[in-house]
């Protein structure tokens, strides 16, 4: 039988926080980041909690990079593969009145933790070729080997929102980040990738998933996905999902087998969780269920100039999900509750 079940759910933080991204450590302790201020526009800085008790309960336990009168911050964890080094990354913004979606200029940065998380080192500049306007939506991902891959999509104008998704590479566990790659680009120059998801594979083999729009005014299109087989230095050419979604998170379950969290924003909303298998060429979905549920269906206005119109409206996003010790899953996303945007945990068991 092929089923996701819901275990249980709760909310982590509700201070208008946005973009978690959650670990467990080798001592079973659970860490989640995210940003504070503003919700989905994120105009704080970054605070991190823990849970010792499986995601049930959570601690605040401190702020990993503040906001300052000129700058804000996005930070997501990951963890090295050795489980001794915790990454914090993101983009530092320096925010101006009136500005949107593509127009503030940023810069990628991250923190590291040697001590479980207790302790974070200053933030330090990761060189992205001289692009100053980035979209960053993933935590580093650490490889098995010990290269770190830290993503980014490019804003350099409004008509090419996310032309290209590219990748820093670091092989010295974030000393230098002298190699960089192109994770998505469309050969025809029509499409646009955004809100980027990397995953392991196995050693070698990587996933990258983005929402994909057309470059201008931002329509959607159906979500697409590449592979890389030499640890993420070259990658496959873009192909569609299938689905129709935005932003989409795929979770390794062993071979040709990923669960897929995804926004739907349009018709009956909410996140959705899939099991599919894929190829290089295409997906094949087994089961759907909804991992979050608003209660609200919408279709898109007719009357807009650009999708970037729409992002002011968005309600719940950010889905990502870890596997825990116990073989379940923990999903951790932001919504729009009660009039407030916090942080919502959701424990999975998934039977396939």
């Not at 479980?116 to 060189?127: A, E, F, L, M, N």
């Not at 060429?281 to 269920?289: A, D, L, M, N, V």
């Amino acid at each position: 039988m092929t089923s996701i079940e819901i275990l249980g759910s709760g909310r982590i933080d509700d201070r208008e926080s946005a973009f978690p991204q959650a670990v467990q450590l080798p001592d079973g302790d659970i860490l989640c980041s995210f940003s504070v201020g503003g919700g989905a526009h994120a105009t704080g800085g970054s605070d991190w909690v823990r849970s010792r008790d499986g995601g049930e309960t959570w601690a605040l336990e401190g702020t990993l990079v503040p906001q300052s009168a000129e700058e804000t911050n996005a930070l997501k964890l990951s963890l090295a593969a050795d489980g001794k080094t915790i990454y914090a990354y993101g983009s530092r913004a320096y925010r101006k009145a009136g500005k949107v979606f593509g127009d503030t200029r940023n810069e990628p940065i991250f923190c590291r933790s040697t001590d479980g998380g207790h302790t974070w080192s200053d933030p330090r500049i990761i060189p992205m070729l001289g692009h100053q306007r980035l979209e960053i939506s993933h935590g580093i991902l650490p490889l098995r080997s010990g290269r770190l891959l830290a993503p980014g999509a490019t804003l350099d104008s409004r008509d090419t929102l996310g032309k290209q998704v590219l990748a820093a590479i670091s092989d010295d566990g974030g000393e230098s980040w002298n190699q960089h790659t192109v994770i998505f680009e469309d050969p025809q120059g029509k499409l646009g990738y955004l809100e980027q998801k990397l995953a392991s594979l196995d050693s070698n083999r990587l996933i990258a998933t983005c929402w994909t729009v057309t470059l201008g005014d931002v329509v959607d299109q159906e979500d697409s996905f590449v592979l890389s087989d030499d640890r993420g230095l070259t990658w496959s050419e873009p192909r569609t999902t299938g689905i129709s979604g935005q932003t989409m998170t795929p979770i390794p379950l062993g071979g040709d087998r990923l669960m897929v969290l995804y926004n739907r924003r349009y018709g009956q909303q909410g996140i959705v969780a899939n099991l599919v298998t894929f190829t290089p060429e295409q997906w094949t979905i087994h089961h759907e269920s909804l991992l979050y549920d608003p209660g609200v269906s919408q279709e898109r206005p007719h009357n807009l100039e650009t999708g970037v119109d729409e992002f002011a409206g968005f309600q719940f996003g950010f889905p990502t999900a870890i596997r825990l010790q116990d073989g379940s899953f923990l999903a951790t996303h932001w919504s729009q509750e009660s009039g407030r945007f916090g942080i919502r945990w959701t424990r999975l068991r998934v039977d396939w």
